[in-house]
C-alpha cells in the first residue's frame, strides 16, 4: 500500500508540472503587459520598461519559466504584482474559506444525493423514483450562478433568512453551499440509483432474500457497500469539481476565499498569483482523488487483496 501511494505522488508531479506550464504560457499570450497594470496608464513607458527589466519579463520565455520552477520547488512561488506580497501567505488566508464551503458543499450532496438515490432504486418507477429523478434532472440543467442569485433573492432579500454575501458566519455558507451542490447532489442521486438497481438484481442478493434477511439487511449489509464503490468515485470527482465551481460562486456571494483570488489575479494579469492558486488547488485534488482510491480498500476487500502480498 506504501509502494502505491509514493507512486500515485510521484504521478502528480508532471500534472503539476504540466498544469504550471500551461498556465504560465497562457498568461504570456494573454495581451497586457504587467508592468503597465502594476504602474497604471498613466505611467510614462519609460518607467513600464525599467519595471519589466526589473522582474525579469523581457527574457525569454522557457529561461522565465525554468526560473520560476527552481524557485517554486524550493518553496517561493514569487509575490503577487497586485499586493506585493508572497502569493503562499495570501493563498493560506483564503484558502480556508474555499475549505469550508467545498466540504460544506460535499457533505449536502452526500447527505441527500445517497439516500435519495437508494430510496429511488428500492421505490422503483413510483411516485418517489419519479420525484427523485424529476429534481435530478431539473438541478443538473440550472446553472450555478443563476440558483445562488435566486436563492439571494428568495431567502436574502425577501425572506432575510440568510444574509446574501460575505463569510462572516455558519449562516453565510448555507445559499452558496446549497447553489455549489445542486449539480453535485443530482449527480449522486442519479449514479446511486443506477449502481443500486444493478446490485439487487445480482444472485447473492436474491439468495440473501431466500435465507429470510429483511429488506434493511439486503440493502445495508449486501447491497450498498458493493454499490458504493462508483459513488465513492464520484464523491471525490465532486470535491474537485466544487473547489473549481467555487471560483464562480464565490463572486456571486461576495466571499473573499480561493476562487475570487483568481479571478482578481486574471483581471490583473497577475501570473504569479493565479499559476500558484491552480496549482495548489490541483494539488488538493490530487491528494482527495488519492485518499479515495485508499478508501477503496476498506469498502471493497478485493480491492485491498491487491496491494497485499501473498
Not at 502528480?12 to 504550471?20: E, K, T, W
Not at 520547488?73 to 474559506?97: C, H, L, M, N
Not at 450562478?145 to 453565510?172: E, N, R, T, Y
Request: neutral net charge.
Amino acid at each position: 500500500m506504501l509502494k502505491y501511494i509514493g507512486k500515485r505522488l510521484l504521478y502528480m508531479i508532471p500534472v503539476i508540472l504540466g498544469i504550471s506550464f500551461i498556465l504560465f504560457l497562457i498568461m504570456d499570450l494573454t495581451p497586457g503587459d504587467p508592468a503597465r497594470v502594476l504602474l497604471g496608464e498613466y505611467a510614462s513607458q519609460e518607467e513600464v520598461d525599467q519595471l519589466r527589466e526589473d522582474m525579469g519579463l523581457n527574457d525569454n520565455f522557457f529561461v522565465r519559466y525554468a526560473r520560476y520552477v527552481a524557485s517554486a520547488v524550493q518553496g517561493d512561488f514569487g509575490d503577487s504584482y497586485r499586493s506585493k506580497t508572497p502569493v503562499v501567505d495570501e493563498i493560506q488566508a483564503r484558502f480556508p474559506t474555499t475549505m469550508k464551503l467545498a466540504f460544506f458543499a460535499v457533505l449536502l450532496s452526500v447527505v441527500i444525493g445517497i439516500p435519495v438515490g437508494i430510496i429511488s432504486a428500492v421505490k422503483q418507477y413510483s411516485f418517489a423514483d419519479i420525484l427523485s429523478m424529476t429534481s435530478a434532472l431539473l438541478f443538473t440543467s440550472i446553472p450555478a450562478f443563476w440558483l445562488g442569485l435566486m436563492l439571494i433573492l428568495v431567502f436574502a432579500v425577501q425572506l432575510h433568512w440568510f444574509p446574501a454575501v460575505g463569510s462572516d458566519s455558519w449562516k453565510s455558507f448555507i445559499l452558496p453551499g446549497i447553489a455549489l451542490a445542486a449539480q453535485q447532489m443530482a449527480t449522486l442521486i442519479r449514479m446511486t440509483r443506477s449502481t443500486m438497481l444493478e446490485v439487487i438484481r445480482q444472485d447473492y442478493v436474491r439468495t440473501a432474500k431466500a435465507k429470510g434477511a429483511t429488506p434493511s439487511q439486503v440493502i445495508m449489509h449486501h447491497s450498498l457497500q458493493n454499490a458504493l464503490l462508483p459513488v465513492v468515485t464520484a464523491v471525490g470527482l465532486s470535491f474537485s469539481n466544487l473547489l473549481g465551481g467555487a471560483l464562480i460562486i464565490e463572486n456571486v456571494f461576495g466571499i473573499s476565499g480561493l476562487g475570487s483570488l483568481m479571478v482578481d489575479a486574471v483581471k490583473g494579469k497577475d501570473s504569479p498569483m493565479l499559476i500558484a492558486s491552480v496549482m495548489f488547488a490541483a494539488l488538493v485534488g490530487g491528494l482527495v482523488n488519492l485518499a479515495v482510491d485508499i478508501l477503496y480498500t476498506y469498502i471493497d476487500p478485493r480491492v485491498k487483496s491487491q496491494y497485499v502480498k501473498g
